[in-house]
């Protein structure tokens, strides 16, 4: 304030001039920073959400059941192949088979997420379980999941699950089976054979009914 010169109406209007330029500056590099921040910390809450939604994912298909086989089956299409080659396998032991490779291939996309963008320890337990899938084991994910339980809590500030509650081992969840194609072509070959019956009939009554009329008039 000592160097602020106010002794013309020309000096004390630069010496203003001066501040409010040092202000602009100022208050300019200030909300530059603000917006710097607030980038950043966006970007810091997508990649949050968009990691917590993968594990969440995860952990519905790792841990969507409790009862039944919680094992993971390895075996692949082609061994699947070889022994519907080797014996006659009913329709029922196919449809059981189909559920049990589309449930290792979730399980293997969701280990795979979760190698991704998983804990240290979530890391670790499913590159365990994904070599004893390699490995032609059939593999458990309980402990996995637990693991993404509690993280997930975590992260959304919920309280931990009580020590003594005792929660039953989860396992994959179990997808419905799916209709076969044959049974589609079949529905529809009826469905389209009945048009086309139906629509002889109604050429067929149209038919009589141009025939009466031509009796009528002679």
Do not use: C
């Not at 501040?19 to 917006?35: C, F, P, Q, S």
């Not at 409790?66 to 082609?78: E, I, K, Q, S």
């Not at 992260?155 to 209709?179: F, K, M, N, W, Y």
């Amino acid at each position: 304030m000592r160097n602020l010169d106010f002794s013309s109406w020309h000096a004390m209007l630069s010496t203003v001039l001066g501040l409010a330029l040092i202000t602009l500056i100022m208050v300019g590099v200030r909300l530059l920073a603000m917006h710097t921040v607030q980038q950043r910390r966006e970007r810091e809450n997508r990649q949050i959400n968009e990691r917590l939604r993968t594990l969440i994912a995860a952990y519905k298909t790792l841990g969507g059941s409790f009862t039944g086989n919680l094992a993971v089956d390895p075996t692949h299409r082609r061994d699947l192949r070889q022994r519907e080659d080797g014996v006659s396998a009913s329709a029922d032991a196919r449809q059981s088979s189909d559920r049990s490779r589309r449930v290792r291939d979730a399980v293997e996309a969701a280990l795979s997420d979760i190698i991704l963008l998983g804990t240290e320890e979530q890391v670790l337990l499913a590159a365990r379980a994904a070599t004893e899938l390699a490995e032609g084991r059939p593999t458990h994910t309980a402990d996995l999941v637990v693991s993404l339980r509690d993280f997930i809590r975590k992260v959304l500030d919920l309280e931990p699950v009580p020590t003594h509650l005792a929660i039953p081992r989860q396992g994959p969840s179990r997808t419905p089976a799916s209709r076969g194609k044959g049974d589609d072509a079949k529905g529809g070959g009826k469905s389209g054979g009945g048009g086309l019956g139906g629509g002889m009939g109604g050429m067929g009554g149209s038919h009589a009914s141009l025939d009466e009329e031509h009796d009528t008039h002679h």
